[in-house]
């Protein structure tokens, strides 16, 4: 079982930026991904980046938001810039373990507990 913990959310004003990081108790994943879900949405995948460097991102907030990671710490973070209030959200980190990127939020096998995203304009 691999346990996730998001940090970095909070409150920013409109065109801001935040960085969101999640951190993995173990390294038994492939991948990582950012989902999100405001209030009355579905949950939406934000971007998937594995292991071996291999990403997928939305195609509507590809260019804002940016994934990456540390392998050596299990982390892995999502700088989100030029922040809109349409963003804010509840922002979840998951893992699968199968090595594929994807942000299909039924394919993952671990999930944190959220973090909390809100943007004034």
């Known amino acids: 079982q691999v346990q996730l913990a998001e940090s970095g959310g909070g409150s920013v004003q409109a065109g801001g930026s935040l960085t969101l990081s999640c951190a993995a108790s173990s390294s038994d994943y492939s991948c990582m991904g950012w989902l999100r879900q405001g209030l009355g949405n579905q949950r939406e995948g934000i971007a998937s980046m594995c292991r071996d460097g291999r990403f997928y991102y939305t195609d509507s907030l590809r260019g804002r938001f940016t994934i990456s990671r540390n392998n050596a710490n299990n982390t892995v973070y999502l700088k989100m810039s030029s922040l809109k209030p349409e963003d804010a959200a509840i922002y979840y980190c998951?893992?699968?373990?199968?090595?594929?990127?994807?942000?299909?939020?039924?394919?993952?096998?671990?999930w944190g507990q959220g973090t909390q995203v809100t943007v004034s304009s």
């Open positions: 998951a893992a699968r373990r199968m090595n594929n990127p994807t942000l299909a939020a039924a394919l993952y096998d671990y």
